[in-house]
Structure formats: C-alpha cells, structure tokens
C-alpha cells in the first residue's frame, strides 16, 4: 500500500464526473436503496447506509433525493430487487479491473460489460482472475492546505485513531485502514477536528502498473464507457497514478 496514491485519481474521475451528475445521483439512490433495504433507514443505526449517505453528501447530492431512496426502501409497498455483481478483466497494457455493479437485470448488465471490455480494448475475464490482486480497505484523504499538522505528527494521530498506513502527498494526507477498522477511524479523525476531504471504502491493487500515454487513454475511454452504464456501480483499476 505505501506508495501508492489514489488522490491524482479521484480528482482526474471528479472533473469528468461532473459532467454526468445526474447519472451519478441516480447510481447514488440505487446504493443508498440497497443499504436502507439491508440494514434499515436509521443512518445511525446503519454504518453501511452512513457511510453512502456520506459519499452522496461529498457529491453535492440534495438531501430531498437521500429521503427519497430510503423512503422508496423502506416502504412496505416496495418490490424492486436489485443484486450486487462483481465483473473481472483486463484492460490495454494488461491492467487489472474490478467492476461492482447493482443490477436488477444481471443478462443486460453483463452483456453491457462484455460489450465495453471487447470494444475499448479489455478482455472480460473468469469470476477470481483479477479480485485477488485487490484488497478491501478504507481510505481517508486529507487535505494539507491551511493545516498545522506536520508528517510525524499527522502519522502518530493517524496511528493513535486505529489506522494501517499513512501517505504523505504534497497536497494531501492519505490515510488506509482495515475495513472494519474504518468507521472508528474516520470517526476518530472527525472527533480531533480534521476534515476529510474524501472517506470511503474502497479496493487497493496491490501492485500497479505502468501504462504509456496512449495506452492510458485508451484505459480512461474503457472505464468511461463502464462507468456510463447506469448498473454499474464503481470501476476500480491497478494503474499507477
């Protein structure tokens, strides 16, 4: 995990998502709908519904639309179904992709998914070919500007709120932890007074790779095409950034 670095990335997707924020309020309902229909519509009483309330917070999503989904799952009269798919391929220069998805359709869905691997360059793959070069963990990045936190300090506190590894990028503090660790720290973090500029559960390649110009842009148009698909969910890759 030290070395790599997923902020360059999240800030690349953040500019193109912007875009499609309709596309992304309406993948947001459908998580926070899964989440509410699993675990119940109480956000403190259900870490799984927090913590995509959260993220639909972070993407500006308005509060009428979170009501709305948990509305919408909790209602006695709700019959929408929807299951979580995980896809497994390659991509140009032999990179790793992990596909979640939430479908109420898996044909359509896999079908979309095949389409856009064999078409951008990927090659769809086996269910186990690629999630074993992945690990679950929870990320937390923080911003350094305007903060009076050194590095040693920042990784002792870190370290104190129950976290694995520490990051020092030259705009951000970014922080991982186990999975299940994750909620005690971000919590943690939030009770000393930081604000986390991004928090949320995610999968780390192991070991990244290296891609020319070309072939990253190739890699960027396979996961656009993925990531425009309304089933899928989240697209995670093993390039280096």
Request: zero cysteines.
């Amino acid at each position: 995990m030290s070395g790599h670095s997923k902020w360059n990335n999240i800030q690349g997707r953040k500019n193109a998502q912007d875009a499609k924020r309709g596309k992304i309020f309406q993948k947001l309902s459908r998580e926070i709908y899964m989440a509410a229909k699993s675990g119940g519509g109480d956000v403190a009483m259900n870490p799984a519904l927090r913590l995509v309330v959260d993220k639909a917070k972070a993407a500006n999503m308005p509060n009428d639309n979170v009501e709305r989904a948990i509305k919408k799952a909790t209602s006695s009269a709700d019959e929408a179904n929807y299951d979580e798919v995980t896809y497994e391929g390659y991509g140009p220069g032999g990179v790793a992709i992990l596909v979640h998805a939430l479908t109420d359709n898996r044909n359509r869905t896999a079908t979309n998914v095949r389409v856009a691997f064999t078409r951008n360059g990927g090659n769809l793959g086996e269910t186990g070919s690629v999630n074993y070069l992945f690990e679950r963990k929870g990320y937390i990045a923080i911003e350094r500007e305007g903060l009076a936190v050194d590095e040693d300090k920042m990784f002792e506190d870190v370290l104190e709120a129950g976290a694995e590894d520490l990051i020092s990028a030259p705009e951000v503090f970014e922080i991982y932890t186990a999975p299940e660790d994750f909620t005690a720290v971000r919590d943690q973090l939030e009770k000393d007074g930081f604000t986390l500029a991004q928090a949320e559960l995610t999968m780390v390649p192991q070991t990244t790779i290296v891609l020319d110009d070309e072939q990253k842009a190739k890699l960027e148009q396979l996961v656009d095409k993925l990531e425009d698909d309304d089933d899928v969910a989240e697209v995670f890759t093993s390039l280096e950034n």
